[in-house]
């Protein structure tokens, strides 16, 4: 562990097996380092070091001569932050303490190896009329690899085919290759599939819109392209929703009642039905006695679902005569 400049202690560790696999992926987790030199009281675990690929948030930690106070020369400011892989077995505990001061506080966790039992997939609505938006929230913690920073996944909804951070939080693009995941190697199991039927029997339900995150430009690697975003770090919801209540995903303005798209997340496929809702007027005449002067005023209420085309926002309806 490593004391940073707020005063705190941190320390970072993965499962060596997955970081192996990760790295096959194009996944940094930093350069391999020699435990011996960086870590004298444990020699089980793989040290890499440099890690800013996977923990691109991490505390600054306070440095003399370029190296981290504490660690003398073995540990060089450029080193941090720093990740220990070690091998875990399925099911098996994993004790974490900390014993300074002859007074040990300890965590128990578990290692897990089933993430589609942590994975899934809701809507905002069960139906939506014709321009609404689709908000869509995904709950994967495989997904949530950087614990310090929200993740970014991108898919080509059409085979499903995954990208890691090819666009980073606010939406620049992040990757200088393609970044394709083989989700399968990493252990995501179903949790790792992400499709969208956007026409069934050749009629447009679902449609992709910019939002102000922008995604930027990735006609390399597809067409109907959908990036989830991490809520917060280590958290593990994504959403296609920006910070303006705007959905990446929407229904067609065209689209026709009763069609219904598909949108399918580990293996759990949601339908997204077209409807058009009836609409009803009423005015309140409660409060102006037998006649209806001029200059009084009395409420009216609109309801109608189908001008209701953002759950997320209060919207404004203009009506002239």
Known sequence: MAQAGDGSWYAYFAAKDMVLAAMTEGISFGNFGDTEDLLTQNTDDTVYTGATGVVRQSKDLPTTNNNVVGFGASLAEEQWPLIQAFEFAVDGSVTITYSKGGNPQSIALTYLDDPDDYAGLTLDRDSYPPGADVHMTITSMSHNIDPTDED??????????????????????????????????????????????????????????????????????????????????????????????????????????????????????????????????????????????????????????????????????????
Do not use: H
């Not at 085979?159 to 939080?169: I, K, R, S």
């Not at 593990?236 to 026709?256: H, M, R, Y």
């Not at 002067?293 to 001008?307: A, K, Q, R």
């Open 152 to 321: 970014s996944w991108t898919y080509e909804t059409i085979n499903g085919t995954a990208y890691y951070q090819y666009f980073d939080e606010n939406g620049a693009p992040s990757r200088t290759t393609e970044g394709r995941i083989n989700t399968d190697k990493l252990n995501f199991d179903d949790s790792g599939s992400f499709t969208i039927i956007t026409d069934p029997n050749g009629k447009d339900v679902l449609e992709f819109t910019d939002t102000n995150r922008d995604q930027g430009d990735a006609s390399n690697i597809g067409t109907n392209i959908v990036t989830i975003l991490e809520t917060q770090p280590n958290s593990g919801i994504f959403k296609t929703t920006d910070d303006a209540d705007n959905s990446l995903i929407v229904i067609a303005d065209d689209a026709k009642r009763g069609f219904t798209g598909t949108i399918d997340f580990a293996d759990n496929p949601k339908s997204v039905p077209v409807r058009n809702y009836p609409g009803s007027l009423t005015m309140d005449v409660s409060g102006i006695g037998g006649t209806w002067n001029g200059g009084e005023t009395i409420n009216v209420t609109l309801d109608d679902g189908d001008l209701n085309l953002n759950s997320l926002v209060d919207q404004d309806i203009d009506i002239t005569n």
